[in-house]
């Protein structure tokens, strides 16, 4: 297995390219092993020393590294990952029916339909804005969401009122909103009842 490297913007993060599916039409960013409660990669990413954030794309894993020396911490990543997808490991598990975490991350997710967006007047759940809901046995919710464009005035007020309506939920002990790009959102990420709303056919 041959796994490619390609540089990015930012001089401290990487991507990896495995040359095999890692997370199919999705984009799902970490900031923090606790972040990661589902994917198992992740967290072992952020077991290696000097690895700030993980990024699962449809095809490769970006690292972020935390002022380290690539020198080094590229082999320990390429090492992981190889045994990783050499052993045909998950990349992102479910959390098992009736568990706490995975109870509180719908009760986030269904929070969040409260939160409305001021430009398409209709909720942010359905719209397709939220991109993932992670929650914590001890109360902990990473709720990773988009807009609908990069410098969408109504960014500040729909990550506050995310944040606010996830707090809101009992049991939340803590609540970080990460905002990303990847993938931009398009359309044909809402829900069927957000295309009837808005008259859109598949």
Request: charged share 20%; net charge negative.
């Amino acid at each position: 297995m041959f796994i490619q490297t390609e540089a990015t913007d930012s001089p401290e993060r990487i991507k990896f390219l495995p040359g095999r599916p890692v997370l199919p039409g999705r984009v799902l960013s970490y900031d923090s092993c606790d972040a990661a409660l589902r994917s198992p990669l992740a967290r072992a990413l952020f077991e290696i020393d000097g690895v700030a954030g993980v990024a699962l794309g449809p095809d490769y894993v970006a690292v972020t590294q935390a002022g380290g020396d690539w020198k080094f911490l590229k082999p320990m990543v390429l090492g992981l990952l190889m045994d990783h997808f050499l052993a045909d490991a998950p990349v992102l598990v479910e959390a098992a029916p009736g568990g706490e975490g995975e109870t509180l991350a719908d009760q986030v997710r269904e929070a969040l339909r409260l939160v409305i967006d001021p430009e398409l007047g209709f909720n942010i759940v359905d719209l397709g804005l939220i991109y993932d809901v992670a929650a914590t046995p001890d109360g902990a919710v990473h709720v990773t969401m988009t807009t609908t464009t990069r410098g969408c005035p109504a960014t500040n007020y729909l990550k506050e009122g995310s944040r606010e309506a996830a707090g809101s939920v009992e049991g939340t002990r803590a609540v970080e909103v990460e905002l990303t790009y990847e993938p931009p959102w398009t359309p044909q990420m809402m829900s069927p009842e957000a295309k009837s709303h808005f008259n859109m056919f598949d």
